[in-house]
């Protein structure tokens, strides 16, 4: 395991790391099983290094079940409405539970956050007061709804 990466966020398991694994990167392109390491003389996995997106991963199956916590998520920046709802509907399908704001827990416990790319665009632009109604609105979402979140920064009634 000499050429991990020197940074990337650990999930810890009972005993479904490599299902955790398999399943995460059947989610986002660009994503892959990057090595599965079981101690000599077992058949058990122990540890499975993967891609997610991109950015290095890895999970660890410790023999005992820890929560995981909102207080850490996997934030996915979508390009678009279809890309933000395939995403959510494949985690709630799979046995997600939605959060607010676009906020959703996986089967696996481990909270995530899926944020179109136009909602930090929108969050922070110089127009101010359009900004907050673009922010209250997101408020009252499970599943962000673009259109919606654009015709409120422009001030549009829905």
């Known amino acids: 395991m000499s050429d991990m990466a020197k940074l990337r966020t650990c999930f810890m398991s009972s005993d479904k790391g490599q299902e955790m694994a398999e399943y995460y990167v059947s989610l986002l392109p660009d994503s892959r099983i990057d090595k599965v390491w079981r101690p000599q003389g077992s058949d058990k996995t122990l540890v499975v290094e993967f891609t997610l997106a991109g950015a290095p991963y890895m999970t660890l199956n410790a023999g005992m079940e820890v929560p995981h916590s909102p207080a850490m998520s996997i934030s996915v920046l979508t390009e678009d409405q279809a890309e933000t709802d395939a995403l959510w509907f494949r985690l709630l399908g799979d046995g997600g539970q939605e959060g607010q704001c676009g906020w959703i827990t996986d089967s696996y416990g481990v909270n995530w956050q899926i ?43 829905t």
Do not use: N, Y
Request: glycine residues 6%.
């Open 115 to 157: 944020v179109p790319k136009v909602m930090p665009e929108l969050l922070t632009a110089a127009d101010r007061e359009g900004a907050s109604r673009a922010f209250q609105a997101m408020m009252g979402m499970r599943r962000i709804d673009i259109a919606a979140i654009e015709r409120a920064f422009a001030g549009v009634a």
